[in-house]
C-alpha cells in the first residue's frame, strides 16, 4: 500500500533562514507524481511544488524547491528565506497508478517561523 | 488558475439534521471530484470519488447511506451529511480534476477552501 511518511510534527525556523520539511514514501509504482501543499490555519490547500517520478531536475518554484531523491524514496521540500507567512501545516502527497490516481496525503508538519 | 469554490464555508447545525455542502469548479469542466475529510490536527481522508452521471466510490469505511454523493453535472459535486452527529464535526475539503487534464500521475487537483461543520 501507498504510504507517505512526515518524521516531523513541528518545526520552527527564525525568518529569513532556510527550512528543511522532510517526506518519505512508498510505492510499487515506477510511475508517481510527488506534491507539496500548504494549508494556513484558514484551511484552504494551496498547492506549492510537483515532481514527477522521471523527472531528472529537482523541481523548483521560487522560494521553494524539491529535493528529490529517488532511491532513498525521499522527497524533501526545501523553504528559503523563511517569511513569517509561511508559518502553517505543510503536506506531503502522492499520487500513483496503484491507487486510481487519487492523492495519499502524509500526516503533516507544522512549521512556525520565528521573528 | 483553476478555480474551486465550496459552499457554505461553514455550518452549524443541530444533532439529527442533514447537511448539504457544494463543490463547484467555477472555470474548468470536472468529470472527476474528490471529498476529503479533516479532523482537527490531522491529514487529509479521502472519503470518496465523485463521478459525473454515475454512483460515487466510497473509500472503505465511509458509510455511503450517510454521506451521499451527487455528481449532477460537469461543474457540480454535492456532499450531503444526513442525521449529522457530533462525531460528524469536522472539515470537509473537495477538489476537482480538471476533465483535459492528461490521465497520468502528473496532472494536479484543485482544492476548495473547504467546509468546516460543526454538529451541535
Known amino acids: 500500500a501507498q504510504k507517505i511518511t512526515q518524521t516531523q510534527p513541528g518545526m520552527f525556523v527564525q525568518e529569513k533562514e532556510a527550512v528543511t520539511l522532510d517526506c518519505t514514501y512508498d510505492?510499487?509504482?515506477?510511475?508517481?507524481?510527488l506534491f507539496w501543499y500548504k494549508q494556513p490555519s484558514s484551511g484552504e490547500m494551496i498547492f506549492l511544488i510537483y515532481?514527477?517520478?522521471?523527472?531528472?531536475q529537482n523541481a523548483t518554484e521560487g522560494r521553494y524547491s524539491l529535493n528529490f531523491q529517488k532511491a532513498r524514496k525521499s522527497a524533501n521540500l526545501v523553504i528559503s528565506a523563511s517569511q513569517l507567512g509561511d508559518s502553517a501545516m505543510y503536506f506531503c502527497?502522492?499520487?500513483?497508478?496503484?491507487?486510481?490516481?487519487?492523492?495519499?496525503f502524509g500526516p503533516g508538519t507544522r512549521l512556525s517561523v520565528l521573528p | 488558475g483553476a478555480v474551486v469554490s465550496q459552499h457554505p464555508s461553514r455550518v452549524i447545525c443541530k444533532s439529527g439534521t442533514s447537511v448539504k455542502i457544494e463543490c463547484r469548479s467555477l472555470?474548468?469542466?470536472?468529470?472527476?471530484m474528490f471529498w476529503y475529510r479533516q479532523f482537527p490536527k490531522q491529514s487529509l481522508m479521502l472519503m470518496a470519488t465523485s463521478n459525473e452521471g454515475s454512483k460515487a466510490t466510497y473509500e472503505q469505511g465511509v458509510e455511503k447511506d450517510k454521506f451521499l454523493i451527487n455528481h449532477a453535472s460537469l461543474t457540480l459535486s454535492t456532499l450531503t451529511v444526513t442525521s449529522a452527529h457530533p462525531e460528524d464535526s469536522s472539515f470537509y475539503i473537495c477538489?476537482?480534476?480538471?476533465?483535459?487534464?492528461?490521465?497520468?500521475?502528473?496532472?494536479?487537483?484543485?482544492f476548495g477552501p473547504g467546509t468546516r461543520l460543526t454538529v451541535l
Open positions: 502527497a502522492m499520487r500513483d497508478r496503484n491507487y486510481g490516481q487519487n492523492f495519499v
Open positions: 477538489s476537482a480534476r480538471e476533465d483535459d487534464a492528461r490521465m497520468t500521475s502528473t496532472d494536479t487537483q484543485y
Open positions: 472555470d474548468f469542466q470536472a468529470t472527476t
Open positions: 510505492t510499487s509504482d515506477q510511475s508517481y507524481g
Open positions: 515532481q514527477g517520478s522521471y523527472d531528472e
